[in-house]
């Protein structure tokens, strides 16, 4: 039997997203399924992703997947009998496409082979709270299995709200990384070196803080060499996003920087985190399933995007 594609085992260089979470009995993959199910088209993934999760914040899109999977007539198309909890569904098709899944690959293909002895560099970038904390503590495992040199930190001058962390309220994402995650990282990992960048403004994109990344990577490593081997903690389904953003910037300095097929330079590795199939778990507990097909269709649409440049 042929593996399931999900987006752990799937090439993002020539791979295609339709067969990601495939089912022969339906002919459909998962975004085949929520576009049945939101009405729209499996092969406009960009209007398909404005229309079922427009906002950047994943917690506002909940109410409109909630109000549409609760219907019967859309449960019946997708094979679901009337009155499944609408969450399973979004469940299922986490589970389906491997979203939550955790990976440790180059960001481009599958990965082939052992896994590097040795990164010179990771990287976490500015993130909530809770997944600072997460690719912390992927870092840390990393770097007691394989040698990591300098881990670079780089948060912005956020506010944090109560939401992202009651306990963390009113700090910036800055001041949380110096206090706690930064002297973590140092007293529990086993770097060359830990770097707390500077505060990054707030308004800064997930691009211009890999702009600053590239910069001092490329200033003690050279981006260039094709030897040169960076590592991406990140959370569970934010992978791709990371992987992208990162990926562009870096060859921006090194126009060749991870273009040969197995021999990439860029790597990335996520935790595991499940998606919730009541709807009843915290967030600290659970991913909700239903703010999941966002990220679903993003990290669908991000490798189509970087199949088309």
């Known amino acids: 039997m042929a593996e399931t594609l999900t987006f752990e085992n799937f090439n993002i260089a020539d791979g295609d997203i339709q067969a990601i979470g495939w089912r022969q009995a339906q002919?459909?993959?998962?975004?085949?399924?929520?576009?049945?199910?939101?009405?729209?088209?499996a092969h406009d993934v960009s209007t398909?992703?404005?229309e079922v999760a427009p906002h950047k914040d994943l917690k506002e899109n909940i109410a409109f997947a909630h109000e549409t999977l609760s219907?019967?007539?859309?449960q019946k198309k997708l094979g679901y009998q009337p009155g499944t909890n609408p969450h399973q569904i979004g469940h299922d098709w986490a589970e389906r496409s491997g979203l939550q899944t955790e990976v440790f690959r180059p960001f481009m293909e599958p990965v082939s082979g052992e896994t590097p002895e040795d990164f010179d560099a990771a990287v976490i970038p500015d993130r909530v709270v809770r997944w600072m904390t997460r690719m912390g503590d992927v870092a840390l495992k990393t770097s007691k299995e394989a040698g990591v040199g300098d881990l670079l930190i780089l948060?912005?001058?956020?506010?944090?709200?109560?939401?992202e962390s009651e306990h963390h309220a009113?700090?910036?994402?800055?001041?949380?990384?110096?206090?706690?995650?930064?002297?973590?990282?140092?007293?529990?990992?086993?770097?060359?070196?830990?770097?707390?960048?500077?505060?990054?403004?707030?308004?800064?994109?997930g691009f211009d803080i890999m702009q600053e990344a590239a910069d001092y990577i490329d200033g003690r490593h050279n981006l260039a060499n094709p030897q040169v081997r960076v590592l991406l903690?990140?959370?569970?389904?934010?992978?791709?996003?990371?992987?992208a953003q990162a990926r562009k910037a870096f060859q921006e300095l090194a126009p060749d920087f991870d273009m040969t097929p197995g021999?990439?330079?860029?790597?990335?590795?996520?935790?595991?985190?499940?998606?919730?199939?009541?709807?009843?778990?915290?967030?600290?507990?659970?991913?909700?399933?239903?703010?999941?097909?966002g990220n679903i269709l993003r990290g669908a649409k991000l490798i189509q995007d970087l199949q088309q440049q």
């Open 155 to 163: 948060p912005t001058g956020r506010k944090i709200k109560a939401a």
């Open 263 to 293: 021999e990439r330079q860029l790597w990335v590795r996520s935790d595991h985190f499940a998606t919730d199939p009541t709807g009843e778990k915290p967030a600290a507990k659970a991913q909700n399933s239903l703010s999941a097909i």
């Open 233 to 243: 903690p990140t959370a569970a389904g934010n992978w791709m996003q990371t992987g």
């Open 27 to 41: 002919e459909r993959g998962v975004v085949g399924d929520i576009a049945l199910a939101f009405g729209g088209s």
């Open 71 to 74: 219907d019967p007539k859309v």
């Open 170 to 205: 009113q700090w910036t994402r800055h001041q949380f990384a110096a206090t706690e995650l930064a002297p973590r990282m140092s007293l529990a990992g086993r770097f060359g070196s830990v770097t707390l960048a500077g505060e990054q403004l707030s308004e800064a994109t």
């Open 48 to 50: 398909l992703l404005s």
